[in-house]
């Protein structure tokens, strides 16, 4: 089955090491999205990609990096975590483009823990 | 700016009981609305979204959410609820224009009683 796929769904890191999370999707989607979830939260926008056009939210602290090395994965880099780093890391997809009614597919998210 | 607003944090229903999940959205300009399910340690699923045409709208699990322009809302309902139900719902709505972000509502968890 086609599917937007996230690796590792449960990721400890220590404050201060750099950590990757990881998407991958087999729905050939040219668009990807990046979502932070705090707990009990709404999620929240960090950055999407239009094929390989990254679009930065104003808001999305200078840690997070992203990368999309081709149409099938992107990778979601923090380069020094802090505590308040922690929470569910969801990536989502859609096709045709940015047109508003493109229905977004999310993968089941990775969940930081950071000690 | 388009904002959404879900009355309630938490919902509780007995098992057969209606479902209503309250949504209200401000948007400058007309704008596209959507529910998504989120069941616990998983992503988002859409349940049903509201684009143009009849503002009754029927999605997957036998949800389905009226848009009132008039009232600014976008509801959701069920009219019996079961337990496989209980999770976490948001509304979300993007503007048709443009290229802005979708924006989520807080959500509301629904637990369902036996």
């Known amino acids: 089955d086609a599917m937007v796929i996230q690796n590792p769904r449960y990721q400890v890191t220590q404050f201060g090491k750099p950590v990757t999370l990881s998407c991958s999707q087999t729905l050939n989607h040219n668009v990807m999205y990046w979502y932070q979830q705090k707990s009990s939260q709404a999620p929240k926008l960090l950055f999407h990609y239009y094929d390989k056009d990254f679009n930065n939210e104003a808001d999305t602290p200078d840690n997070f990096q992203s990368r999309r090395p081709n149409t099938s994965f992107c990778f979601l880099d923090i380069r020094s975590p802090g505590l308040g780093d922690a929470a569910m890391y969801l990536c989502?997809?859609?096709?045709?483009?940015?047109?508003?009614?493109?229905?977004?597919?999310f993968g089941p998210g990775t969940r930081l823990t950071v000690l | 700016a388009q904002s959404v607003t879900q009355l309630g944090s938490h919902v509780s229903v007995s098992e057969g009981a209606l479902v209503l999940l309250r949504c209200n959205y401000s948007?400058?300009?007309?704008?596209?609305l959507f529910w998504y399910v989120q069941y616990p340690n998983q992503g988002l699923q859409l349940l049903l979204k509201?684009?143009?045409?009849?503002?009754l709208v029927k999605g997957i699990n036998g949800f389905e959410a009226e848009f009132k322009k008039s009232e600014t809302s976008f509801h959701l309902t069920k009219p019996s609820a079961h337990m496989s139900d209980a999770a976490e719902y948001f509304c979300a709505v993007i503007q048709n224009s443009g290229n802005t972000p979708l924006v989520f509502g807080k959500g509301t968890r629904l637990s369902v009683i036996a």
């Open positions: 948007s400058s300009v007309p704008p596209y």
């Open positions: 509201y684009t143009t045409g009849a503002t």
């Open positions: 989502a997809t859609s096709s045709g483009g940015l047109h508003p009614t493109d229905t977004q597919y």
